[in-house]
């Protein structure tokens, strides 16, 4: 099951250190059953990319903690293929929702990686400070969150991760 997973700078460094990504507490997102039925209309494709826009905000999530971070306002999503035993449906938690377990996914299973390029940090930047808000309904800082997601991400295939960890 193909699975995006919201991530940070800080644990792309780890998975190229231990060919290893630990999704934050298990979560995921993916096109499950659930949110199929929600969309009346659109291709897998548009489905597909619901969720991962979904994982994308999720990251501004993380990146709201406040971790150290070398990129601290830089969405990062890691597109995995996992066995389907791998992933756990979550409807009540939301449409594409999915708890890993283990939460752990090994970089031969890692379809794609996705970074923030450096113009989109200032949108990313204004929309962690709000994604509370924006959470709560609060239509300014959805608008906010929403000019962030709107900015595409840099797409890297894994055999780059070196390389994007090194020279980025």
């Known amino acids: 099951m193909r699975v995006y997973v919201p991530a940070t700078f800080g644990m792309l460094t780890e998975l190229n250190e231990n060919s290893v990504l630990t999704a934050r507490s298990g979560w995921g997102f993916a096109m499950t059953p659930a949110l199929v039925e929600f969309y009346t209309a659109g291709d897998e494709e548009e489905i ?24 601290p306002h830089r969405r990062v999503v890691v597109t995995a293929d996992l066995p389907a035993e791998q992933v756990e449906l979550q409807p009540e938690n939301g449409e594409s929702v999915v708890k890993l377990s283990p939460a ?13 390029l450096e113009e989109s940090e200032e949108a990313t930047k204004a929309a962690t400070a709000v994604v509370d808000e924006s959470d709560l309904g609060d239509p300014d800082a959805e608008l906010t969150v929403g000019d ?11 055999t780059e991760l070196p390389f994007l960890v090194e020279l980025l």
Request: charged share 25%; glycine share 2%; net charge negative.
């Open 48 to 71: 597909e990319h619901a969720a991962f826009q979904d994982a994308a905000e999720a990251s501004l999530r993380l990146l709201a903690i406040g971790d150290e971070e070398k990129f």
């Open 104 to 116: 752990q996914i090994q970089l031969s299973d890692i379809a794609a990686l996705h970074v923030d």
């Open 148 to 158: 962030a997601l709107d900015n595409l991400m840099a797409w890297y295939d894994p």
